[in-house]
């Protein structure tokens, strides 16, 4: 009975191609996704249902998706990436991203991963969003916004063009 137990406390669920694992104590580490997020964290589920997009600039937004790529760098145990990550999932889907735009990295709360190595991307604070624009890095939203997720990303782009 004890060794059932110990197996269960150390039980790690993986999915079949080992890209991401929730430990024992809900952290989701590696590469993540909406389903992941909307299947097992209950916050994630509120508050992207809850979050209304600002539609004058998601039109403002939707004509750059093609050219758009996001690293989002959370913690599933962060308050701000519980915060700030249902509500850009939601923009994503309104400007209708691809999934293939936007990578979930889901990290330890020492801000690394045991399934990706996210050293070179030099995350400090979570969640971290790096915005691309045409293949290149043209900015960061670091731990909160300024004025809102689609705001804050539609200044970023206007300012990189």
């Known amino acids: 009975m004890k060794l059932l137990v110990a197996i269960a406390a150390a039980f790690v669920y993986m999915n079949s191609s080992a890209q991401y694992c929730i430990t024992a104590d809900s952290i989701a580490d590696g590469k993540i996704t909406h389903e992941l997020l909307t299947t097992n964290y209950a916050w994630y ?80 604070y979570v969640p971290t969003f790096i915005v691309f624009y045409r293949s290149k890095e043209i900015g960061r939203i670091i731990e909160d916004t300024k004025i809102s997720l689609e705001k804050d990303l539609l200044t970023l782009i206007q300012n990189a063009r």
């Open 45 to 124: 589920a509120q508050g992207y249902a809850n979050y209304k997009p600002d539609e004058v600039t998601m039109a403002q937004l939707k004509p750059y998706t093609t050219d758009l790529r996001f690293v989002v760098v959370l913690g599933t145990w962060c308050g701000d990436s519980r915060e700030h990550i249902p509500p850009f999932m939601k923009v994503m889907h309104g400007i209708e991203a691809d999934n293939n735009q936007v990578e979930l990295i889901g990290t330890l709360r020492n801000k690394t991963s045991s399934k990706i190595d996210v050293s070179s991307l030099h995350i400090e």
